[in-house]
């Protein structure tokens, strides 16, 4: 079992910059892959990013390509999001969640381990 814990969030301005983290415990040494989804007020639970946890291969959508950066430190079993550039429609709660088997998804359906999530809120 592994469980994940978010932290990082909060209220910024249109155009601020925030980082989220995420640490991993447990059985940490099976997971594949993290990523970080979010879910809109009154909205479902979207992809943002993923990151492999055995290679160096990163995907992101598109609506947070330049803005969003994806990272991880093994050593500390965490995975960050920075975003940057950020606007009143990235506010969400954001997830991270975690996968034992490649390869890398994008679907929320493919992950097995979820944290209790961040919020965060972009004013205008």
């Known amino acids: 079992q592994v469980h994940l814990v978010e932290s990082g969030g909060g209220l910024v301005q249109a155009g601020g910059s925030l980082r989220v983290a995420c640490v991993a415990s447990?059985?940490?040494?099976?997971?594949?892959?993290m990523g970080w989804f979010r879910q809109p007020p009154g909205k479902e639970r979207e992809f943002v990013a993923a990151?492999?946890?055995?290679?160096?291969?990163?995907r992101y959508t598109d609506s947070v390509l330049g803005r969003f950066t994806i990272s991880r430190d093994s050593a500390k079993n965490t995975v960050y999001l920075q975003m940057n550039s950020l606007r009143p429609e990235d506010t969400a709660l954001y997830y991270c969640?975690?996968?034992?088997?490649?390869?890398?998804?994008?679907?929320?359906?493919?992950?097995?381990?979820w944290g209790q999530g961040t919020p965060v809120t972009v004013s205008s």
């Open positions: 990151i492999s946890w055995v290679s160096d291969y990163i």
């Open positions: 447990g059985r940490t040494s099976s997971m594949k892959a």
């Open positions: 969640a975690g996968r034992d088997v490649s390869p890398l998804l994008t679907t929320a359906s493919a992950y097995k381990y």
